[in-house]
């Protein structure tokens, strides 16, 4: 079993900045694509970026496209999104997800894998 943590989320500003991170537990996740997904009151879960296993290829939403990015750790079994320029309607749940059969080009949520509990990001205007 892998167990995400995600942490990193709060309070900010418009044009303000956070970074997230969402650490693995449990085993290893050598081999698996990880990425966030962000669900705002009212909304349905939506697709925000994803990495390959090692890291070498990323997808974005448009939404976000510019101003956010995911990177990794493989040594520390941790992704990261660090967002920038956030906009009040980046305000939602975000949730680290990471599996070993994603076909993250479709931007699509994984089938079969793990997902975090969710950090608050709020960004005020």
Known sequence: QVQLVESGGGLVQAG????????????TVSGYAMGW???APG?????VA?????????YYADSVKGRFIISRSNAKNTVYLQMN???PEDT??????????WA??????????????????????
């Open 16 to 27: 303000g900045s956070l970074r997230l991170s969402c650490a693995a537990s449990g085993r």
């Open 37 to 39: 997904f962000r669900q």
């Open 43 to 47: 909304k349905e879960r939506e697709f």
């Open 50 to 58: 994803a990495i390959s296993w090692p890291g070498g290829t990323t």
């Open 85 to 87: 320029s956030l906009k």
């Open 92 to 101: 939602a749940v975000y949730y680290c997800a990471a599996s070993g059969a």
């Open 104 to 125: 993250i080009a479709t931007m699509m949520p994984p089938s079969a894998g793990y997902w975090g509990q969710g950090t608050q990001v709020t960004v005020s205007s």
